[in-house]
């Protein structure tokens, strides 16, 4: 296998748990905007969020209250504080043995990037929760000129800041068939699916996976291999 040089790693679900955190944050961000639980809207709007989990939270928002720009952007605000809430309760751990698989990759000379569909402030307050404020060499969200997944631009932009030589020495980790695709339209040769979040066996190998594994904490192996 080519040597890796970067190992792209998503948050929630593949090095955080998630928990349901997501869906409740959903549920008080969508009350927000009108559509209450028991809005006959509201299980077709969750069924959403279900299939585009990894994707960039505000994109969701806009395809779900049809392009009112407002109106997303007022969810996608409340969506924030609402998980940045249950962050601040303590509703925030880790995936077993990820950090000393990160930790380890480090230690072996591996770049290591956090890439998440949050909002930055989002991000920042959960590796803050955490104590993982310095634990990866770079840390990415959407953002202005930053697409986010499915699209290939945070892996190629953690490549480029952190000098990568050749997109085929990028690995990348995370839960869903969204994060597979990001790695997959980045030319990354590691594109491995885990199973602690949201998605199934077969939609991430359907996505592209080349690996599907049980945890974060497999992918050393198959770096390795």
Not at 135 to 153: Q, S
Request: aromatic letters at 4%.
């Amino acid at each position: 296998m080519t040597s890796i040089e970067l190992v792209v790693l998503d948050m929630a679900g593949t090095t955080v748990e998630d928990g349901g955190l997501v869906e409740q944050a959903f549920t008080t961000a969508i009350g927000v905007a009108g559509v209450s639980e028991s809005d006959e809207r509201y299980a077709g709007m969750l069924d959403h969020v279900r299939k585009t989990m990894g994707q960039s939270k505000i994109t969701v928002f806009r395809t779900l209250l049809g392009g009112d720009e407002g109106a997303a952007q007022g969810a996608n605000a409340e969506f924030q504080r609402a998980y940045e809430k249950l962050i601040a309760d303590g509703h925030c751990t880790p995936i077993a043995g990820a950090e000393d698989t990160i930790r380890g990759l480090r230690d072996g000379g591996i770049r290591v990037a956090f890439t998440t569909g949050f909002a930055p402030s989002t991000q920042h307050a959960i590796l803050g929760a955490l104590g993982w404020e310095n634990l990866a060499d770079l840390v990415l969200a959407p953002g202005e000129g930053v697409r986010g997944r499915p699209y290939p631009d945070l892996v190629l932009t953690a490549a480029l800041k952190l000098e990568v030589t050749d997109v085929r020495r990028i690995a990348i980790a995370g839960d869903t068939p969204s994060d597979v695709l990001t790695g997959v339209r980045s030319g990354a040769s590691v594109v491995a699916g885990v199973l602690t979040g949201a998605g199934r066996a077969d939609d991430l190998a359907a996505a592209g996976a080349t690996h599907v594994l049980d945890s974060v904490r497999d992918l050393p192996a198959v770096l390795n291999s």
